[in-house]
């Protein structure tokens, strides 16, 4: 007579906190750059959370440009990963974002829920076993200008090439050894600004 054979027991992924969502696009959540290390309790959710030096450095330096040349009494700029609420089941954030000038009713605890003028991104910091990098960086810029932003920025520091995107027009790759138009005028130049600061990005 045959042994019956020991019930396996099913493996269940274990639930992932919402803390580790980067953001939902069309109600699929897209996770934080390494999550399935906390998952798998090889780091903390704060290990991860951070950007980088490298990024850093480049939203301090177009921080900077934008205190210095762009007209407060006409525009804001937020950073810090500010929360965009496209629509139901959409909810982005940019590095940063201008927007016209704000009134104190507009701001809240809540997501923004009306367009920027610009949006910036410095990296991509989704896990790609979320979405694939391109299919990402594609379907969140179309998500913007669909919502009503009128330029998307992307700096991108692997390949060292900056992405502009405008309505109805070919979106441009360069690279960032080009002087780029934030707004009225203001330009940026990544290779610039890290030679004078003696920054080697490899």
């Known amino acids: 007579m045959e042994a019956l054979a020991a019930p396996t027991r099913s493996k269940r992924m274990p639930k992932i906190p919402d803390s580790l969502i980067w953001e939902v696009l069309d109600g699929q ?45 006409q525009y804001d700029y937020l950073i810090n990963e500010i929360g965009i609420h496209l629509k139901h089941r959409d909810n982005i954030s940019n590095d940063i974002a201008i927007f016209n000038r704000l ?21 991509i910091d989704i896990d790609p076993s979320s979405m694939s990098h391109i299919d990402y960086l594609n379907t969140k810029t179309q998500k913007m200008l669909d919502f009503g932003v009128e330029k998307v920025i992307w700096i991108l520091t692997n390949n060292k090439k900056v992405m502009v995107a405008v309505p109805n027009a070919p979106w441009l790759t360069m690279e960032w050894t080009n002087d780029i138009e934030i707004i009225d005028g203001i330009t940026f130049n990544i290779h610039n600004y890290l030679v004078e600061r003696n920054i080697q990005i490899s």
Do not use: C, W
């Not at 906390?38 to 980088?52: H, N, P």
């Not at 009134?103 to 990296?123: H, L, M, R, T, W």
């Open 29 to 73: 959540p897209l996770y934080r750059r390494g999550y399935m290390d906390v998952v798998r309790k090889q780091k903390t959710i704060t290990d991860i959370m951070g950007t980088s030096s490298y990024q850093s450095i480049i939203i301090t330096y177009l921080s900077k440009l934008l205190a210095r040349h762009l007209d407060d009494a």
């Open 103 to 123: 009134n104190g009713e507009q701001f809240s605890k809540k997501y923004v829920d009306f367009p920027p003028k610009i949006a910036i991104e410095i990296d």
